[in-house]
């Protein structure tokens, strides 16, 4: 059953499909949130590791692990671009879809391209994380 562009019923129509949507922009901000504090740990542990002495013969050598941690603080920020792309083309698709609303436009096909998009950009964010994780266990992290 179709319902007239512009109608209240149009309007409730489009408030129930904007909540999937809604949900995913909720979880791409907590999922950001968990990235930064990932950032957060890796660049204390630079900072701990530069701070430490040349002269130290005993720690001197985990200072060899910042190329690492600095790849690492490179995918965490392409992971933290992709979530906050995600955010933005899912906030777009639920203001597309009231102001399509609101011009009385059916939005069917273009929520459902802007809602691929924003699940290919978390799932972007994903793969990198991935990658990062990958590499952010070593020998170094255990001393």
């Known amino acids: 059953m ?31 949130s968990m990235l930064f504090g990932r950032m957060g740990g890796v660049l204390d542990r630079i900072r701990t590791l530069n701070a430490i002495p040349e002269d130290d013969p005993y720690r001197s050598v985990l ?10 603080m490179t ?8 979530a906050i792309g995600a955010g933005v083309v ?3 698709l639920i203001i597309v879809a009231f102001a399509l609303a609101i011009m009385r436009v059916q939005h ?5 391209l ?6 290919l950009f978390f799932f972007a964010s994903l793969v990198v994380l991935a990658r ?3 590499i952010s266990i070593s020998e170094y992290d255990h001393y």
């Not at 209240?8 to 809604?22: A, F, R």
């Not at 200072?63 to 690492?72: E, F, G, M, N």
């Not at 069917?108 to 459902?112: L, P, R």
């Open 114 to 119: 802007l809602f691929i998009v924003a699940l």
């Open 2 to 32: 179709s319902v007239e562009p512009g109608s209240i019923e149009h309007l409730t129509q489009i408030i129930s499909q904007v909540v999937g949507p809604s949900f995913l922009l909720g979880a791409v901000a907590s999922f950001i």
């Open 63 to 72: 200072k060899a692990d910042v190329p690492r941690l600095q790849r690492r």
């Open 108 to 112: 069917v096909m273009g929520s459902a």
């Open 90 to 92: 899912t906030t777009l």
């Open 75 to 82: 995918l965490l920020h392409l992971s933290i671009q992709l």
């Open 132 to 134: 990062e994780l990958s």
